[in-house]
């Protein structure tokens, strides 16, 4: 499984989990939706980055995965602009921490990022 299938696959599993739990976003009392729905832009962001990285996406497909998660959040009940915002946050963090590791070192780090997502993508896919 490459790290486009694991990223799709993780996509897919935060896509469910976005729409099993929308009837709960209606609920005035949850807190937990406006956090969980952060959490997941915030982590659309950092694998945005990290897919820039290690290559395995076109800058169209990532735009098109964006969207995606930008439109079922939003379908779910986040607020546009706080997706923009936590996806950005998620994004520029990661792009950080990538900066941060020796350019002779990205390989290695992205092989060892898509043995974890594969091994992640089959748990979703099980």
């Known amino acids: 499984m490459s790290l486009a299938t694991g990223l799709q696959a993780l996509s897919v599993a935060g ?7 929308s009837g709960q976003a209606q609920e005035p009392n949850q807190q937990i939706m406006p956090n969980m729905h952060t959490q997941l832009a915030n982590f659309g962001g ?5 897919a820039k990285v290690c290559g395995d996406y076109s ?10 998660q ?3 959040s939003i379908q ?8 923009d915002e936590a996806f950005d946050a998620g994004e520029k963090k990661a792009t950080a921490k990538w900066a941060a590791i020796p350019a002779s070192e990205h390989q290695a780090k992205c ?7 594969e091994a992640l993508g089959r748990q979703f896919t099980q």
């Open 46 to 50: 950092a694998m945005h980055a990290t």
């Open 76 to 83: 779910s009940g986040m607020k546009a602009a706080a997706f």
């Open 15 to 21: 896509a469910l989990m976005l729409v099993s739990l």
């Open 111 to 117: 092989d060892e990022f898509k043995q974890e997502m």
């Open 59 to 68: 800058d169209n497909q990532l735009a098109e995965q964006k969207e995606k």
């Open 70 to 72: 930008r439109a079922l």
